[in-house]
């Protein structure tokens, strides 16, 4: 994919003789990104997401002397079906179902990180993964709110621009995050507007959509009520003790972080969007063509009516047409190709699964119990889509521990080296319990208490287990041994 860098924006100033005020700029940029081909995509996943597949769109049409008509009397069927929901749902509760472990060599910083995070943290990770299975990538912006606490939220792919260092494209230099506000416009009406922050590595700066005339808008630096210009803005506020003042502050780097899906920032709706469609249309027409017996072809002798389309609805709804005396109706009936049909939805949901590398509920029969072998098999396309994603998301998490580092230094709260914090992703495969506790068992000796601990599926909280371990007196039962019945 092509990144947006300073350069680019360098060029488009220069193209219109530097005579685009940074108002114009945003407004350009975000135009051009509204009408990209990767918007776009952004947005199919996500309605597609909730099940609102293209399917939803059609219409039944015919010709009369070349000029196409909607069909009103035919049946239009919109069976739409939610397979790229039941696999963004699988990867995401794969990867992220259970909590994702900060490790450190330190267990009062990981403790610390914990508590920094609270427990709001799981849902704001398993949102983060579906967001960016949905739109290819997604944000996390961290943040100092109203009661000066550290805070972070998830927000949509599409709301952020992102602009890069023009040297790798790797650094990221600003960010245009825009969303849409409500306005009255001069005849007191309703109309949607948008809302742009263009946040740099120490401060933000606000612009406004307004309505300018029918159908037109432009956009300023936005002001307060008292007409006072509060831009920029830093990005958070500390309390200057000693004269009572509150400092503008930066983070030093753009408060946004970037999960991307995979190395393509593709989504994954993409490989299988018309793998759904084609299944999504074929259900429908066979719906269709049992409602409107399309299969039968119907030979008309002194039909007294004038129109074919009256013809139809007559028989669809009454069941009934009027014909002279001499007149009849013969039906000449054409087989419907059921067995051709579901060999075709069948081969199409088969690929639907493996090219969306997901796990087809059918494949695990109710009652059976595969082998810890044949279980990573059925696994194993799942497991390397969750591994793409993982890999991603470590390298974020990386980048978020440095806001966490930053904040922990200004608050007091003790030295912390983000370097030492590894993450531990305990996926939601389906596996027999036993196996795993023998694996972590088995596993003492070879690597820390902190390593088994992490990959046992009793313990979600490391730390807090090692805490319980010490505090235990008397001899402790080994890893994992299970406790007789009573």
């Not at 009255?184 to 959509?209: F, H, M, N, S």
């Not at 780097?253 to 709706?269: H, K």
């Not at 059918?362 to 810890?372: F, V």
Request: charged share 30%; glycine share 6%; aromatic share 8%.
């Amino acid at each position: 994919m092509s990144y947006l860098t300073t350069t680019s924006i360098d060029v488009l100033k220069l193209s219109h003789k530097a005579t685009m005020s940074q108002a114009d700029i945003v407004a350009h940029l975000i135009n051009d990104w509204q009408a990209s081909d990767q918007y776009k995509a952004m947005t199919a996943g996500s309605v597609y997401y909730r099940s609102r597949n293209d399917i939803e769109d059609r219409k039944i049409t015919y010709e009369v002397k070349s000029v196409t008509h909607e069909d009103t009397d035919a049946a239009n069927n919109k069976i739409g079906h939610s397979f790229h929901k039941l696999m963004v749902d699988q990867k995401t509760s794969y990867a992220v179902g259970n909590p994702v472990v900060f490790q450190s060599e330190d267990e009062k910083q990981s403790a610390a990180i914990s508590e920094l995070l609270g427990d709001d943290w799981a849902d704001v990770a398993h949102d983060w993964v579906k967001g960016a299975a949905n739109r290819g990538q997604e944000w996390l912006h961290v943040f100092i709110d109203g009661d000066g606490e550290f805070n972070y939220i998830v927000v949509d792919g599409r709301q952020i621009i992102p602009i890069y260092d023009p040297t790798y494209e790797k650094r990221l230099t600003a960010v245009i995050r825009f969303y849409e506000y409500t306005s009255i416009d001069p005849q007191g009406r309703e109309v949607k507007l948008r809302r742009a922050e263009w946040w740099t590595d120490e401060d933000c700066t606000t612009y406004i959509e307004e309505q300018a005339g029918q159908d037109k808008t432009s956009w300023r630096v936005a002001v307060a009520a008292d007409g006072v210009d509060p831009n920029p803005v830093g990005h958070f506020y500390l309390t200057n003790t000693a004269n009572d003042t509150e400092d503008a502050r930066g983070w030093g780097r753009v408060p946004f972080i970037c999960l991307p899906n995979n190395s393509e920032c593709m989504t994954d709706l993409a490989p299988i969007k018309a793998l759904i469609d084609d299944f999504d249309k074929n259900v429908s027409d066979a719906s269709n063509n049992l409602e409107d017996i399309q299969e039968v072809v119907w030979i008309l002798k002194g039909y007294s009516g004038e129109k074919l389309a009256e013809f139809r609805s007559n028989m669809k709804r009454h069941k009934a047409v009027k014909v002279q005396a001499d007149g009849g109706v013969e039906p000449i009936s054409a087989d419907i190709p059921v067995e051709a049909r579901e060999k075709h939805l069948q081969r199409l949901e088969d690929n639907i699964f493996v090219l969306g590398r997901g796990l087809n509920p059918k494949d695990i029969q109710a009652g059976s119990s595969p082998s810890g072998v044949a279980l990573k098999w059925m696994f194993s396309q799942l497991d390397m889509k969750a591994d793409e994603t993982i890999r991603k998301m470590k390298k974020s998490l990386g980048e978020f521990m440095l806001f966490v580092h930053d904040w922990m230094d200004w608050s007091n709260v003790g030295e912390f080296d983000s370097k030492n914090v590894s993450f531990v992703f305990n996926k939601s495969r389906i596996a027999n319990t036993a196996e795993q506790i023998d694996n972590a068992v088995k596993s003492m000796g070879v690597t820390s208490r902190k390593t088994a601990l992490a990959n046992h599926p009793y313990v979600d909280d490391v730390a807090a287990e090692l805490k319980l371990i010490e505090e235990e007196s008397g001899e402790v039962l080994p890893l994992g041994e299970p406790e007789e019945d009573a």
